[in-house]
T-cell receptor
Framework: ETGVTQSPTHLIKTRGQQVTLRCSSQ?????VSWYQQALGQGPQFIFQ???????GRGNFPPRFSGLQFPNYSSELNVNALELDDSALYLC????????????????FGPGTRLTVL | SQQGEEDPQALSIQEGENATMNCSYK?????LQWYRQNSGRGLVHLIL?????REKHSGRLRVTLDTSKKSSSLLITASRAADTASYFC????????????FGKGTRLHILP
């Protein structure tokens, strides 16, 4: 157990709908990263939040957005869902660069399985 | 784009044998990490090796890093059924904050 929790565990939506996924980071961690993992692939970096600010973004369209709250928990929002958005969404928390300049060990939650029909 | 690439894509071995997986990457890194994932669940961090290290051990795991060849290997000795999982290498990009980039993984199956 990493101490990182995600909700919900499974979700089914239809094309065009919007979804919000949630992540609670490990105690003491101020950085949350989100990843999308399609079946049979490695996780793809979506974006990262450090102290409530976006701190880098992968190759995902603007309909993927996020938030980080003062307690460092985070949300991933996806608008106008497409079939290809079906995937396992993983969040990972870490201490962040300033406290941990060369070690970016990330602790992953169990993921949310999103199915878009 | 994929930074790391694992080899082989899939590996089946008998319980008790050693399993070796390789990872190649493209750019300079600060460190490289190996993760395990069971059946599409969350990833478990196994080991981190820094760019100035050549070898690291953790229990039955041995990781090597060759920065001149931009490659790493993960050796699991005396494999067990519970080692059946997907294994991913993940690299950061030097001077690109602390984001990490995953490869596609090696699917390891331990036969009883």
């Amino acid at each position: 157990e990493t101490g990182v929790t995600q909700s919900p565990t499974h979700l089914i939506k239809t094309r065009g709908q919007q979804v919000t996924l949630r992540c609670s980071s490990q105690s003491g961690h101020n950085t949350v990263s989100w990843y999308q993992q399609a079946l049979g692939q490695g996780p793809q970096f979506i974006f990262q939040y450090y102290r409530e600010e976006e701190n880098g973004r992968g190759n995902f369209p603007p309909r993927f957005s996020g938030l980080q709250f003062p307690n460092y928990s985070s949300e991933l929002n996806v608008n106008a869902l497409e079939l290809d958005d079906s995937a396992l969404y993983l969040c990972a928390s870490s201490l962040g660069l300033i406290l941990n300049p060369r070690d970016n060990e990330q602790f992953f939650g169990p993921g949310t399985r999103l199915t878009v029909l | 784009s994929q930074q790391g690439e694992e080899d082989p894509q899939a590996l089946s071995i008998q319980e008790g044998e050693n399993a070796t997986m390789n990872c190649s990457y493209k750019t300079s890194i600060n460190n490289l990490q190996w993760y395990r994932q069971n059946s599409g669940r969350g990833l478990v961090h196994l080991i981190l090796i820094r760019s100035n290290e050549r070898e690291k051990h953790s229990g039955r795991l041995r990781v090597t890093l060759d920065t001149s060849k931009k490659s790493s290997s993960l050796l699991i000795t005396a494999s067990r059924a519970a080692d059946t999982a997907s294994y991913f290498c993940a690299t950061d990009w030097m001077n690109r904050d602390d984001k990490i980039i995953f490869g596609k993984g090696t699917r390891l199956h331990i036969l009883p």
